[in-house]
């Protein structure tokens, strides 16, 4: 059984930083693309970023590139966001999901971080 | 990129069908078949439901269907149940390499 579990989430001040992680389980980690997604309080889902399965190439949301940086540790079947300069409007549930082709055909439950003073 | 479209809210009784737009532009949902769509219960995982634009994955009920005109896709959920209720969401890859989601529909059964 697929599972994606991710885990980081929290209350932090504007500026601040955070480190996203997702655990992966129950296929093969290092074969599929890996996505964060996000939905801000009462907002629609929102793509954020992407890596591809050997870990060389990303791609980022224009509204979070150069702050967050996807990362992946195969070994550890582990995806990674680290955000940085954390802003209000980041506040967010952030899901962990598995791109199959050109869709995600997995998801995880969130975590939620919350950007405040 | 812009969110696509997707209205606020759609409504139906049970046993009935309802039909969820999703408008973009040729360079997301025009330019490429790969629109999916997704059920959200709120505090759940979402579920993935139709994937390049009219594909069910395996599980998924033969009640829910996908189709695509132009710049604009389309969901339909016929014979409609309690269960169905729920936000969904349609989303489509671009021709920046990125994905765009949709606003979000949310579903009630009367």
């Known amino acids: 059984e697929v599972q994606l579990l991710e885990s980081g989430g929290g209350l932090v001040q504007p500026g601040g930083s955070l480190r996203l992680s997702c655990a992966a389980s129950g296929f093969t980690f290092n074969t599929y693309w890996m996505h964060w997604v996000r939905q801000a309080p009462g907002k629609g889902l929102v793509w954020v970023s992407r890596m591809n399965s050997g870990g060389s190439t990303t791609l980022y949301a224009d509204s979070v590139k150069g702050r967050f940086t996807i990362s992946r540790d195969n070994a550890k079947n582990t995806l990674y966001l680290q955000m940085n300069s954390l802003r209000v409007e980041d506040t967010a549930v952030y899901y962990c999901t598995r791109g199959r082709n050109y869709y995600f055909d997995y998801w995880g439950q969130g975590t939620l971080v919350t950007v405040s003073s | 990129q812009s969110a696509l479209t997707q209205p606020a809210s759609v409504s139906g009784s049970p046993g009935q069908s309802i039909t969820i737009s999703c408008t973009g532009t040729?360079?997301?949902?025009?330019?490429?078949?790969?629109v999916s769509w997704y059920q959200h219960h709120p505090g759940k995982a979402p579920k993935l439901m139709i994937f390049e634009v009219s594909n069910r994955p395996s599980g998924v009920s033969n009640r829910f269907s996908g189709s695509k005109s132009g710049n604009t896709a389309s969901l339909t959920i016929s014979g409609l149940q309690a269960e169905d209720e729920a936000d969904y969401y349609c989303?489509?890859?671009?021709?920046?390499?990125?994905?765009?989601f949709g606003g979000g529909t949310k579903l009630t059964v009367l």
């Open positions: 040729s360079s997301d949902v025009g330019g490429y078949n790969y």
């Open positions: 989303s489509s890859y671009t021709s920046s390499g990125t994905w765009v």
